[in-house]
């Protein structure tokens, strides 16, 4: 399996996420189409901007007839939250041509990063797995979207259990991260303080919050339990 | 193509990428510190928590909220993918789980 091309098997780990791009796309097309973006306008942004949430908030203030900086800086804050996604996997990457990390960064999405972490032997130090994940995803986006934008209104995308393709994903892809007791406490905190800041504050603040809260908890307990293990191997070989 | 509309999909594939890239194109540059690695290495649990967590307990217009269908098809995917470890196997049970109690919850 792993003497396959990297490339393919990118492509290949992709699938699920395809299945979830597709409807959504799908949706995301209609709905443009509905507020008088064009096919072709719909398949350039799908292309360019390659980022869901900020797509269908674009599609609602330009259908509130919102001029482009609200709607640019909107787009800003809702996509801040990569950020930390690129720092995570810019571990597995060193040694990486700065233009293949360009475009391996462009295409980088919540569920290309779920996906690339939850296969990290394959992406260590191998950008063209990652490729063939994100070119894989990316198309299906894009596809999706323009064939929304086109047949919509014909196509049922609320059917077969469909919405629920894309949470499955993120569900199992947690699954995989929880390897040890600490990790559930780092679900536990990130979950609980996600809702709270999406209760207390609009947009998509609160993954990038409770991540970095979460985040920095795991490193605060792993400083004081290494301090802890030294202390003791140090009283140890006094006694 | 009309040049607003232009302007807003280049303005946000500008501001899309650079967060998406400035910290790739830096810390494989750099030698990160030991214990920042250790932070970026909980990042994905706390990411797809913080992702997780919202779906489940708010709906659409971002109240909150308690959606059975939603919660009972999360937990089965979550034994589940728990037992089984297949990514594939996990969405598509997801999917036949939300499919089917939707009928029988009445959504």
């Known amino acids: 399996m792993t003497n396959n091309h990297p490339f393919r098997e990118g492509a ?8 979830g791009y597709l409807p959504v796309g799908v ?22 901007v390659y ?28 996509n801040l939250r990569h950020f930390l996604m690129s720092s995570n996997l810019s571990l597995y990457l060193k040694n990486t041509r700065l ?19 939850s296969n990290l032997p394959k992406v260590k130090n191998n950008p063209h797995y990652v490729l063939g994940l994100q070119i894989t ?20 995308i609320s059917e077969y259990g469909l919405p629920f393709a894309l949470p499955s994903l993120f569900i199992c892809l947690l699954v995989f991260q929880l390897k040890s007791v600490r990790h559930f406490g780092i679900m536990v905190v990130a979950g609980i303080s ?43 070989g006094q006694g | 193509m009309r040049e607003e509309t232009l302007a807003i999909i ?17 810390l494989t540059r750099w030698v990160v510190p030991e214990r920042l690695k250790m932070g ?31 919660l009972l098809s999360a937990v089965s995917v979550f034994i589940f993918s728990w037992k089984v470890k297949r990514l594939w196997a996990s969405v598509i049970l997801g999917m036949l789980v939300y499919w089917g109690l939707g009928f029988f919850l009445g959504h």
């Open chain 2, 40 to 70: 970026l290495g909980y990042v994905p649990t706390a990411i797809l928590s913080a992702i997780v967590f919202p779906i489940l307990f708010f709906n659409e217009g971002g109240k909150v909220v308690i959606q059975p269908l939603y």
């Open chain 1, 27 to 48: 949706a995301f097309g209609l709905l443009a189409r509905n507020a008088g973006i064009t096919p072709s306008e719909v398949g350039l942004m799908s292309f360019l």
């Open chain 1, 194 to 236: 996600s809702l709270f800041f999406k209760w207390a504050l609009q947009g998509n603040w609160h993954i990038l919050l409770a991540a970095l809260l979460a985040g920095g908890i795991g490193v605060g307990v792993e400083i004081i339990n290494g301090k802890q293990k030294a202390k003791g191997a140090k009283q140890k």
């Open chain 1, 137 to 156: 995803s990316h198309l299906a986006w894009v596809i999706g979207s323009i064939g929304g934008a086109l047949f919509g209104p014909f196509i049922k």
């Open chain 1, 99 to 117: 233009s293949l990390l360009g475009l391996l960064s462009a295409q980088l999405t919540d569920e290309s990063f779920a996906v690339a972490t």
């Open chain 2, 10 to 26: 280049f303005g946000m594939a500008v501001v899309t990428f650079l967060p998406r890239f400035l910290p790739m194109a830096f």
């Open chain 1, 51 to 78: 980022a869901g949430a900020s797509q269908f908030l674009a599609i609602e203030m330009i259908d509130q007839r919102m001029t482009w900086v609200p709607i640019v800086l909107a787009t800003f804050f809702i």
């Open chain 1, 12 to 19: 290949k780990d992709a699938l699920p996420v395809v299945l």
